[in-house]
Structures are given as structure tokens and as C-alpha cells.
């Protein structure tokens, strides 16, 4: 099956900026697939590359098999895309903005049964005659990814679908998503909270200064950090034999990272010696947010 | 909209979107304009209705109403692509565009085409107000449609290449005010070039305007400054080079896809 992005040896350059270094990447038919990184890591410029809003500087890309240049109108026909901007037409209402977007993808009454379907699923049916001017900032999120989804791409890419948006509309919207992946759309999503990322995707690539530094199963990336994560919450200080360990800290609240279980008995004959009392303790698994520091820290 | 196939389906509702973007806003598109040539013709015509005869046998107030129609065409047809793209540029709502399969060729001729309806529907408007108080002859039609169509249309492109070089809307005002409205108040819309200084009527046959008002106007009275199969031939020969450039920056993505 082809894969429904690949991108081969891509590099993009904004005058002296080098903003994507050589990245490889192939993600398939019907993967929930997570784009993170820092902010200035490059998954704008790479999402943009694939919509078509910028031009690699060299390499290739192509979605569901077609060149993103050289085939535009095809790769085009199989993306949409929910630009991290709260853009908006203010002249036309949100089922008209709708019709238009289907429309020039060449789809006409046919398809308003499916746009009846993205209102009502993105819960925006009584806001269906309202002008896109006058929707709250949540509603014009909601828009936004139905106007991405009006011509039923195969796949959906989210640039920060969540970002200020309440957890109402993300929990409709990530209902919605699973339930289109489950249907067979590939999903590529970009967001700064990790723990969506974790609870949804499937796979992740870790960006860094126009580089993947990571790439695998979000499994597999969890199971790299050994250990688990003890959280304290202390009467005083930590005491400096203990300062090596720390994850992050927000006082009186401590994160230490353990490489094996057997570390609590240190920890607390530590903090037994320094006389520093424990008001509450708790043993967690690491999750991808300790990943994601790790790796762009580390490397 | 059954007949229209799905190939042309894509080009159709952009160019359906663009004529009701400004449809929506008529009493400023449509309205507006209108009340503004007519009153430059209520003042105009008040004062140099009687005393001044530019053809013989055509007072003033009827030579003005080609000119200000043909003028308010161009000016409109210019403004309908080029604050469409300069506000959806400045909004950002121009990557739903750009996000589409839609190709260069049909972006250029969606907003073409929905400029020069523009520009045709306000010079309807002011002159079926116009004849409503004034005798206005018609004596070559096909003249006054060519004219009106291929003017809105070099307009129409001159308002794509203006929106797309444009990145604030003072810029765009800059270019409004400094290259469209000298243009077209010195083209000839309030006099015939005949009555300016030699070196003055040298100076406007350099003018694209001029040649539109000129063969407008020989539309309807028969008569003109120059011939209007030259001036049709600039016209179209101006519409024509404009089309190339504007396509040929679509086609680079000038200022549009990085």
C-alpha cells in the first residue's frame, strides 16, 4: 500500500535560514501519526511543504502517492489541512463557507450530505447560518477543521487543532478524529500538549531544528526512558545529594527521575537524614512529555 | 448548476464566491459608485452644462456621461480583484484558496471574470439612472460593449497584479491614489484631449485610459478623438500583455506560496 505521505531527503531554506535539514519521512494509510517538536523545529514549514504553501528548496513529497509539485492537483484532492491560524472569510456564513470549500475541489450538491454530517459531528448546527465573523474563538476553530474536511480528504492534518480551545470542543473534536481514523482517514496532528499526543497517536516523529530526531512508535518511545518518575511534594529542601535526579521542579514540588525502583530506599534515607519531611509522594510512569525533554535537551 | 461539470465546478464557485463577496456589499460596491458619478455629473454639468459644446451638437452634460460610466467601470472592475485579494491576503483566509487543486489559470480567470462583472454592473446602473434625466444616444453598441469589457478586464487584471504585490492595505490605497486616479481623471472623462496644449495631448496618448474613454464614448456619439479600431487595438493589446504578467506571477506563486 503507498504510504499516505512520504517525504524524501526534503530540504527547505528561507534565505540563510536552513528551517528543514534532509528529513525523511514515510507515514501510512490510516496511521494516527504526531508531528512534535520545539517551537522553530519546522513542522509549519513541513505541513506547509505538503499543502503546497511553500516550495522545497530540494527532495520530494508526496501524498497518497502524488508528487506534492508535480501532481498538486491530486495531492491536493487527497490533503486537508487545519491551518494553526484563526483565519476566517467574513463575508459568508458557516454552511456557505463550507459549500464554497467543497466546491472548488470540484464537489457540488452531492456532497452536502456529508457537510450536514461535519456540522452536526463538530457541533455546529445551530451556528450553521451564523456569519463566520460573528462565532466565538471556539466556534471559529470548529469551522476551521470542518472546512478542511468538506471534500472528505484521505488525509487530515491538524496543526494545533487544540490550542486555546476548551475542553468541550477537544474532547467533540477528538471523538470526531478518532472516529474518521477508525474509518480509514490517515491523521497527522502537530500540538504542544503531549498528552494528547500520547492518549491518540499511534506514532510520533520528534522534530529539532529541521531535523527528526526520533522516530517510532509512541510505545516504544515511552519505554526508552528507563524507570519511573517519583513526585514529592517536601516540608523543606531537597537535599543536594538528591539535586542530580530531578526531572522538574516547581517548590515545594519535586520530580526525580528513578532508573530502577530501588532508588526510593535512597531517596528517603536522604531526605530521612536532612530531616525534611514528605507531605505527599507519588510513583508515576514516564510519559511523553519526559521523552520530548529528554530527547531535545540531550541531543 | 447541473450543467456545469465537475471539471469546472472548482473555477465556477470561486467565481460565484468572488461576485457574491461583492454582491453582499452592494450598497458600498454598487451603490456607492453610482452616487458618486452622478454627482460629478449633477456638479459638472451645473456648471459648464450650457457653456461649453465638446462635439458639435453634443452639450457637455451628455459628452460627460460616456466618460464618467466608462471611468467608473475601470475603477471598480480594478477594485473588485484587488481588495478581494489584498483582504483575504491580510486576513489569511487566501490559503482556503490556495489549499485547492484549483490551478493558476482558473484563480486568474475566477477573479477576472467577477471584475469585469462588477465593472459591467455599475456602468449599467448609472446609465440606466442617467438616461432616466438625460437624452443619450446609442451609435455603435458593439463599441460601447467591447470597450466596457475589455476595459474592466485590463482593470479586473491590473487589480490581481495589485493585490498580489500589495502586503498592507496602504499600499494598495497608495497605489489607487497615485497610479489609478491620476490615470483615469487625465484620460480625458471631463474634456477632449483636442482642448489641452499640444504637448498635453502628446502626453495622454501615452495613457492606456485615454484610448478606453476615447473609443467608450465614440460608442455613443460617433465621434472621437482617434480611431476607435486603434484604440480597441491598444485596449486589447494592454488586456492581453497585463494577462501574461499576471498569469506568469500565479504561475511563480509570487507572493503567495514560498
Given at each position: 500500500?503507498?504510504?499516505?505521505?512520504?517525504?524524501?531527503?526534503?530540504?527547505?531554506?528561507?534565505?540563510?535560514?536552513?528551517?528543514?535539514?534532509?528529513?525523511?519521512?514515510?507515514?501510512?494509510?490510516?496511521?494516527?501519526?504526531?508531528?512534535?517538536?520545539?517551537?522553530?523545529?519546522?513542522?509549519?514549514?513541513?505541513?506547509?511543504?505538503?499543502?503546497?504553501?511553500?516550495?522545497?528548496?530540494?527532495?520530494?513529497?508526496?501524498?497518497?502517492?502524488?508528487?506534492?509539485?508535480?501532481?498538486?492537483?491530486?495531492?491536493?484532492?487527497?490533503?486537508g489541512v487545519v491551518p494553526?491560524?484563526?483565519?476566517?472569510?467574513?463575508?459568508?456564513?458557516?454552511?456557505?463557507?463550507?459549500?464554497?470549500?467543497?466546491?472548488?475541489?470540484?464537489?457540488?450538491?452531492?456532497?452536502?450530505?456529508?457537510?450536514?454530517?461535519v456540522?452536526?459531528c463538530l457541533g455546529l448546527?445551530?451556528?450553521?447560518?451564523?456569519?463566520?465573523?460573528?462565532?466565538?474563538?471556539?466556534m471559529k476553530r470548529r469551522a476551521l477543521i470542518a472546512q478542511a474536511l468538506a471534500?472528505?480528504?484521505?488525509?487530515i492534518?491538524l496543526d494545533?487543532p487544540t490550542?486555546?480551545v476548551?475542553?468541550?470542543l477537544?474532547?467533540t473534536l477528538?471523538?470526531f478524529i478518532?472516529?474518521l481514523?477508525?474509518?480509514?482517514?490517515?491523521?497527522?496532528?502537530?500540538?504542544?500538549?503531549?498528552?494528547?499526543?500520547?492518549?491518540?497517536?499511534?506514532?510520533?516523529?520528534?522534530?529539532?531544528?529541521?531535523?527528526?530526531?526520533?522516530?517510532?512508535?509512541?510505545?516504544?518511545?515511552?519505554?526508552?526512558?528507563?524507570?519511573?518518575?517519583?513526585?514529592?511534594?517536601?516540608?523543606?529542601?531537597?537535599?543536594?545529594?538528591?539535586?542530580?535526579?530531578?526531572?522538574?521542579?516547581?517548590?515545594?514540588?519535586?520530580?526525580?527521575?528513578?532508573?530502577?525502583?530501588?532508588?526510593?530506599?535512597?531517596?528517603?534515607?536522604?531526605?530521612?537524614?536532612?530531616?525534611?519531611?514528605?507531605?505527599?509522594?507519588?510513583?508515576?510512569?514516564?510519559?511523553?512529555?519526559?521523552?520530548?525533554?529528554?530527547?531535545?535537551?540531550?541531543? | 448548476?447541473?450543467?456545469?461539470?465537475?471539471?469546472?465546478?472548482?473555477?465556477?464557485?470561486?467565481?460565484?464566491?468572488?461576485?457574491?463577496?461583492?454582491?453582499?456589499?452592494?450598497?458600498?460596491?454598487?451603490?456607492?459608485?453610482?452616487?458618486?458619478?452622478?454627482?460629478?455629473?449633477?456638479?459638472?454639468?451645473?456648471?459648464?452644462?450650457?457653456?461649453?459644446?465638446?462635439?458639435?451638437?453634443?452639450?457637455?452634460?451628455?459628452?460627460?456621461?460616456?466618460?464618467?460610466?466608462?471611468?467608473?467601470?475601470?475603477?471598480?472592475?480594478?477594485?473588485?480583484?484587488?481588495?478581494?485579494?489584498?483582504?483575504?491576503?491580510?486576513?489569511?483566509?487566501?490559503?482556503?484558496?490556495?489549499?485547492?487543486?484549483?490551478?493558476?489559470?482558473?484563480?486568474?480567470?475566477?477573479?477576472?471574470?467577477?471584475?469585469?462583472?462588477?465593472?459591467?454592473?455599475?456602468?449599467?446602473?448609472?446609465?440606466?439612472?442617467?438616461?432616466?434625466?438625460?437624452?443619450?444616444?446609442?451609435?455603435?453598441?458593439?463599441?460601447?460593449?467591447?470597450?466596457?469589457?475589455?476595459?474592466?478586464?485590463?482593470?479586473?487584471?491590473?487589480?490581481?497584479?495589485?493585490?498580489?504585490?500589495?502586503?498592507?492595505?496602504?499600499?494598495?490605497?497608495?497605489?489607487?491614489?497615485?497610479?489609478?486616479?491620476?490615470?483615469?481623471?487625465?484620460?480625458?472623462?471631463?474634456?477632449?484631449?483636442?482642448?489641452?496644449?499640444?504637448?498635453?495631448?502628446?502626453?495622454?496618448?501615452?495613457?492606456?485610459?485615454?484610448?478606453?474613454?476615447?473609443?467608450?464614448?465614440?460608442?455613443?456619439?460617433?465621434?472621437?478623438?482617434?480611431?476607435?479600431?486603434?484604440?480597441?487595438?491598444?485596449?486589447?493589446?494592454?488586456?492581453?500583455?497585463?494577462?501574461?504578467?499576471?498569469?506568469?506571477?500565479?504561475?511563480?506563486?509570487?507572493?503567495?506560496?514560498?
Open positions: 500500500m503507498l504510504p499516505a505521505i512520504k517525504l524524501t531527503q526534503v530540504h527547505k531554506h528561507f534565505g540563510a535560514l536552513h528551517a528543514l535539514k534532509g528529513v525523511d519521512l514515510s507515514i501510512e494509510q490510516g496511521e494516527f501519526f504526531a508531528l512534535l517538536g520545539p517551537n522553530g523545529a519546522g513542522k509549519s514549514t513541513l505541513i506547509n511543504l505538503m499543502a503546497g504553501l511553500l516550495r522545497p528548496t530540494s527532495g520530494s513529497l508526496s501524498v497518497m502517492g502524488f508528487d506534492v509539485v508535480n501532481q498538486y492537483q491530486q495531492a491536493r484532492h487527497a490533503l494553526q491560524e484563526l483565519v476566517f472569510d467574513p463575508f459568508f456564513n458557516v454552511r456557505e463557507m463550507l459549500r464554497f470549500q467543497a466546491g472548488y475541489f470540484g464537489r457540488g450538491a452531492e456532497n452536502d450530505a456529508w457537510i450536514d454530517e456540522i452536526e448546527s445551530d451556528k450553521a447560518h451564523t456569519n463566520m465573523r460573528r462565532l466565538s474563538g471556539g471534500h472528505k480528504p484521505p488525509v492534518v494545533e490550542a486555546g476548551d475542553v468541550e477537544r474532547h477528538w471523538e478518532k472516529r481514523n477508525k474509518e480509514g482517514h490517515t491523521i497527522i496532528l502537530t500540538t504542544h500538549y503531549l498528552e494528547e499526543a500520547e492518549e491518540l497517536c499511534s506514532r510520533v516523529a520528534l522534530l529539532k531544528q529541521g531535523e527528526v530526531i526520533a522516530l517510532d512508535t509512541t510505545k516504544n518511545l515511552l519505554a526508552s526512558i528507563p524507570g519511573k518518575n517519583l513526585r514529592l511534594r517536601l516540608s523543606g529542601q531537597l537535599p543536594a545529594s538528591l539535586s542530580g535526579m530531578v526531572r522538574h521542579q516547581e517548590k515545594p514540588e519535586y520530580m526525580l527521575a528513578l532508573n530502577e525502583i530501588g532508588q526510593v530506599e535512597f531517596v528517603l534515607s536522604e531526605l530521612r537524614n536532612a530531616g525534611v519531611a514528605i507531605e505527599d509522594m507519588q510513583l508515576i510512569e514516564p510519559d511523553l512529555e519526559d521523552v520530548f525533554v529528554d530527547l531535545v535537551t540531550r541531543k | 448548476m447541473s450543467l456545469i461539470n465537475q471539471r469546472l465546478r472548482g473555477p465556477w464557485t470561486l467565481f460565484k464566491k468572488e461576485i457574491l463577496r461583492f454582491w453582499r456589499v452592494s450598497f458600498q460596491t454598487v451603490a456607492a459608485p453610482v452616487m458618486t458619478a452622478l454627482l460629478y455629473l449633477l456638479i459638472f454639468s451645473h456648471v459648464l452644462g450650457t457653456k461649453v459644446e465638446v462635439y458639435p451638437g453634443v452639450p457637455y452634460t451628455v459628452f460627460l456621461i460616456p466618460g464618467l460610466i466608462m471611468m467608473s467601470v475601470l475603477q471598480n472592475a480594478f477594485a473588485n480583484s484587488s481588495s478581494s485579494l489584498i483582504q483575504s491576503k491580510v486576513m489569511g483566509n487566501i490559503i482556503f484558496v490556495l489549499l485547492t487543486p484549483l490551478t493558476y489559470i482558473e484563480f486568474f480567470l475566477a477573479f477576472l471574470l467577477a471584475s469585469i462583472v462588477r465593472g459591467l454592473v455599475v456602468g449599467t446602473v448609472i446609465y440606466l439612472t442617467a438616461i432616466c434625466f438625460i437624452d443619450l444616444p446609442i451609435t455603435h453598441p458593439m463599441f460601447i460593449f467591447a470597450f466596457a469589457f475589455f476595459g474592466s478586464g485590463m482593470l479586473g487584471t491590473f487589480g490581481i497584479i495589485a493585490g498580489l504585490w500589495a502586503e498592507k492595505f496602504d499600499q494598495m490605497a497608495a497605489f489607487q491614489n497615485f497610479v489609478i486616479m491620476p490615470l483615469s481623471f487625465l484620460s480625458g472623462v471631463f474634456y477632449s484631449i483636442h482642448s489641452l496644449p499640444p504637448v498635453w495631448q502628446k502626453v495622454s496618448h501615452f495613457n492606456p485610459f485615454f484610448y478606453m474613454i476615447d473609443g467608450f464614448r465614440y460608442g455613443f456619439f460617433g465621434q472621437g478623438d482617434i480611431s476607435p479600431w486603434f484604440s480597441l487595438s491598444v485596449v486589447i493589446g494592454f488586456f492581453v500583455a497585463l494577462s501574461i504578467l499576471t498569469i506568469g506571477m500565479l504561475k511563480a506563486g509570487y507572493k503567495l506560496r514560498g
